[in-house]
């Protein structure tokens, strides 16, 4: 299925019945990475996992930035008529549900993001020189928005005003003291930590996040 917003035509997945539960994926991936998870949410939610602009089935753009994407998710919501859907967002989408809830207080139900960065510097045994370097090789967009992108302020984090839960892996390459400072930032929020478990680890070809939301989030 289709919808255009933001001038974007979102290429998007539904499935399951229940109350509306919002599923964004991470940079150069598409919604089918949720694939395992899909399979045990929508036996509890009406599950809707899009495409991002530039990415999978959607259109094509010529540059990418989170605020957009935030945008992109709320008339996404808008436009379907989803009322107080949860977000569930990763890597990127995550950023994405960040923006989203601090920007739009009242649209959600609840927050969960895993992997999620504050900044360029958010992420360890990648340095800076890395991104630089692929940039003028790769000149994509999805390079080119890791290495200036985002800038999640304390500001941004304290106007979430709906119930947050934060995630991460152990062995995460998002720096954990940026994980726990989102957690510790956004009021309320609750933070889990995977075992062992790396970036995607526990949400790709895995039902352990579908299995955290369950415990988390009342049908």
């Avoid at 992997?115 to 045994?125: E, I, R, V």
């Avoid at 967009?141 to 839960?165: C, F, H, N, Q, W």
């Avoid at 930032?185 to 526990?202: D, E, R, W």
Wanted: glycine share 8%.
């Amino acid at each position: 299925m289709y919808v255009t917003v933001n001038g974007v035509r979102l290429f998007y997945e539904k499935s399951g019945s229940g109350r509306p539960l919002v599923m964004s994926h991470c940079n150069s991936m598409t919604h089918k990475i949720f694939k395992s998870a899909v399979k045990v949410l929508e036996k509890h939610f009406t599950v809707y996992c899009p495409d991002t602009r530039d990415h999978g089935k959607s259109d094509r753009v010529r540059n990418l930035h989170y605020e957009d994407m935030a945008q992109d998710m709320f008339e996404f919501i808008t436009q379907l008529g989803l009322e107080k859907p949860v977000f569930y967002g990763f890597s990127d989408g995550g950023i994405t549900g960040i923006l989203l809830a601090s920007a739009h207080p009242g649209l959600l139900s609840a927050l969960i993001v895993s992997g999620a960065s504050l900044n360029p510097g958010s992420t360890k045994d990648l340095p800076m020189k890395f991104f630089k370097f692929w940039s003028h090789i790769d000149r994509s967009d999805k390079m080119r928005i890791m290495m200036r992108e985002p800038d999640i302020t304390d500001e941004i984090l304290g106007a979430i005003s709906v119930p947050t839960y934060v995630t991460a892996g152990e062995k995460d390459v998002i720096k954990l003291s940026h994980t726990k400072h989102i957690a510790e930032t956004v009021p309320g929020a609750q933070l889990k930590i995977f075992p062992k478990a790396g970036h995607s680890g526990y949400i790709m070809n895995s039902t352990k996040i579908a299995d955290y939301i369950l415990s988390v989030i009342p049908e």
